[in-house]
């Protein structure tokens, strides 16, 4: 099993920035991509972006340019640097962890308990 805990959301205004964590812990040698995932109210969903074990990194248009995910394998974490933050950034935040192959998940896979984070106008 793993454990994704997730930390850093928060409420700022438009153009501001937030950087959000997430620390895996258990079996976390069955992980090679970690990914942050967010979710609004009466959407589904979906990917912000994601980075493997060999460093290659994928964005969603709607963010590329303005967050930067990273991560430090020795302290099994991944960050999501966000700036220029915007209303519609607006939403809950989870952390994935997992195997990836050529971009798509494969299970096992396992989920943080998300958090939230609000961009007021």
């Known amino acids: 099993q793993v454990q994704l805990v997730e930390s850093g959301g928060g409420l700022v205004q438009a153009g501001g920035s937030l950087r959000l964590s997430c620390r895996a812990s258990g079996s976390i040698f069955s992980i090679d991509t970690m990914g942050w995932y967010r979710q609004s109210p009466g959407k589904q969903r979906e990917l912000v972006a994601h980075i493997n074990r060999g460093g290659s990194t994928k964005y969603v248009d709607s963010v590329k340019g303005r967050f930067t995910i990273s991560r430090d394998i020795r302290r099994n974490t991944v960050y999501l640097q966000m700036n220029n933050l915007k209303p519609e950034d607006t939403a809950v935040y989870y952390c994935?962890?997992?195997?990836?192959?050529?971009?798509?998940?494969?299970?096992?896979?396992?989920w943080g308990q998300g958090t939230q984070v609000t961009v007021s106008s």
């Open positions: 994935r962890g997992g195997r990836t192959v050529g971009g798509t998940w494969y299970p096992p896979d396992y």
